[in-house]
């Protein structure tokens, strides 16, 4: 059946006005899912009146510039005292000492309690010693004061499947360890010389804040964790609790009202990481049949989830041995 002029022309400008409500439909939702972000993510930049600000730091650390900032302008805030709560097995060295020069920046500012939630390890253990006042209880874990630097090595795996590498490079420790080759004596000394000196920094630290010498920082410093119990015994926090417990100090100490509300304090920009409205977003325009749009969004919400897995450079990090 041929089809007419007329009827041809009612189709394309059918077809035009469904794609145009197509693509209304898609931006109502995508601002209706970051006004739910906003609101979720939306706790706290900017809390008036007298509070306490609560900070959280979970997961693993490495640097991040939003956080420097979000901690800049805490210290700079309306905020009475800070109450930070750790959770954390560490991360690259490098990002546990921007956490730690910015909550410093904030404790010279205001009082500051910290409180380990459950873990306070390597680079956590870094971000705690900011404060003058650590909080744990008494199974949390806390210490694992050293430093890490692992790669594989795949060179036994390649020589059974037959695989080399040729490399050409300007001088013998250039790009080594590579993975692909056995590590030379010259390749491990120099990596073990980068250990040695992160080790003596981390160690330094844990003397100059925590007043931690001679044998008593050797017994700390061999890199196990302790129980809160044992970190209270051997310096390396200064009382048992919680929170509240946290509070009570500053009003002790450092004559916060204890009855002083306790706001969160966000330290992430609001849409930093609202990687899951990638998805969201995916799954409308695959339901508004626009599959291709849907197909990027999701790619893109994968990629955010993978970056925050990488971790580069020397780490300040702790786990527990994998069972045999």
Do not use: C
Not at 293 to 304: K, N
């Amino acid at each position: 059946m041929t089809l007419d002029a007329d009827t041809i022309i009612d189709r394309r400008r059918l077809r035009r006005k469904l794609t145009f409500w197509r693509v209304l439909a898609v931006l109502v939702v995508i601002l209706a899912v970051l006004g739910a972000g906003y609101a979720l993510y939306g706790r706290t930049a900017g809390v008036a009146g007298s509070y306490i600000a609560r900070v959280e730091i979970t997961g693993l650390i490495r640097n991040d510039q939003d956080r420097t900032e979000a901690l800049e302008r805490l210290a700079k805030s309306s905020a009475k005292a800070v109450i930070v709560h750790i959770d954390s097995p560490g991360g690259t060295t490098a990002g546990s000492e921007q956490l730690h020069n910015a909550l410093r920046a904030v404790a010279q500012a205001k009082p500051m309690a910290v409180v380990v939630d459950g873990l306070a390890a390597s680079g956590g253990y870094i971000a705690a010693m900011a404060a003058d006042h650590i909080v744990a209880s008494q199974t949390s874990l806390v210490g694992s004061i050293g430093v890490l630097f692992q790669y594989p090595n795949f060179s036994g795996l390649m020589k059974t499947v037959g695989v080399e590498v040729e490399e050409i490079k300007s001088s013998p420790l250039k790009a080594a360890p590579n993975g692909f080759q056995p590590t030379s004596p010259e390749a491990r000394e120099a990596i073990a010389g980068i250990v040695r000196d992160s080790y003596d920094w981390f160690k330094n630290m844990v003397s100059s804040r925590r007043h931690i010498e001679g044998d008593d920082l050797a017994k700390v410093s061999d890199g196990r964790v302790f129980t809160g119990r044992q970190g209270l015994e051997n310096r390396l926090i200064d009382e048992l609790g919680d929170e509240k417990t946290a509070i009570a100090w500053l009003a002790s100490a450092k004559g916060i009202d204890a009855a002083t509300p306790v706001r969160d304090w966000q330290l992430k920009s609001r849409f930093s990481d609202l990687s899951f409205l990638h998805m969201a977003v995916a799954v409308v325009l695959e339901a508004m049949g626009l599959k291709s749009w849907a197909q990027h969004f999701a790619v893109a919400g994968t990629l955010a989830n993978l970056e925050k897995l990488n971790l580069d450079g020397l780490l300040a990090l702790w786990h527990p041995p994998a069972v045999n």
